[in-house]
């Protein structure tokens, strides 16, 4: 398998725009995470799916994000609109609990610079 | 609920040293145990993890950790570090009776190995 794949690797967008990350878990996994990490505030959860339902998206800071997950295969994370503050790097990762797979599998993360 | 306190934040350390990256961990119920590494500009992947059985675990890179249910810990140990062990570490914790798959994580460690 080819892993979590994330796109694009790197961002570079001006404030005010819109800002879309994708993700592709592996194929069968039933979980997915997004993430941010940043020097100040580390690695922090911001929304995971089940079976492509949203279950807990207490971590998302605010209204100008949002992330769906239409299918088995696929998932977006969207800022509009995106400001400097949320210039880090987001993870997406996957994994199947229910048949024992119960880490994490990370992406390579995109590198969101947002000036 | 659970948490998950690593007790340093940085560790430098001289090449062919050995290397202890302490973990504590607090829950009401019994949890699924891990570490992962992340090396520069890469996502996080897995060093080992603790399910259940023999509370000595090996992972990759020559690194082990042992489970203290007692003490409450998840030490992660290596008797003799290379420069390429240079890395963040983080150690995270997962309850197993919700089948819920998120994972809570520490805040990392930053390990240096220094020539």
């Known amino acids: 398998d080819a892993g979590v794949i994330q796109s694009p690797r790197h961002e570079v967008t001006e404030m005010g725009q819109e800002v879309t990350l994708r993700c592709k878990p592996i194929?069968?996994?039933?979980?997915l995470f997004w993430y941010r990490q940043t020097m100040m505030r580390g690695l922090e959860l911001l929304i995971y799916?089940?079976?492509?339902?949203?279950?807990?998206d207490s971590g998302m800071p605010e209204d100008r994000f949002s992330a769906k997950m239409p299918n088995a295969s696929f998932s977006t994370l969207k800022i509009q609109p995106s400001e400097p503050r949320d210039s880090a790097v987001y993870f997406c990762?996957?994994?199947?609990?229910?048949?024992?797979?119960?880490?994490?599998?990370f992406g390579p993360g995109t590198r969101l610079t947002v000036l | 609920a659970q948490s998950v306190t690593q007790l340093d934040s940085q560790v430098p350390v001289f090449e062919e040293a050995p290397v202890e990256l302490r973990c504590n961990y607090s829950s009401s119920v019994s949890v699924y145990l891990f570490w992962y590494v992340q090396y520069p500009n890469q996502g996080l992947q897995l060093l080992l993890k603790y399910l259940s059985g023999s509370t000595l675990v090996k992972g990759i890179n020559g690194f082990e950790a042992e489970f203290n249910k007692s003490q409450t810990s998840f030490h992660l140990r290596k008797p003799s570090v290379h420069i390429s062990d240079t890395a963040e570490y983080f150690c995270a914790v997962t309850a197993f009776n919700t089948n819920a798959g998120k994972s809570t994580f520490g805040d990392g460690t930053t390990l240096t190995v220094k020539p």
């Open positions: 799916f089940n079976n492509n339902v949203p279950i807990d």
């Open positions: 194929s069968g996994h039933d979980y």
């Open positions: 990762a996957s994994s199947r609990p229910g048949q024992g797979v119960n880490e994490q599998f």
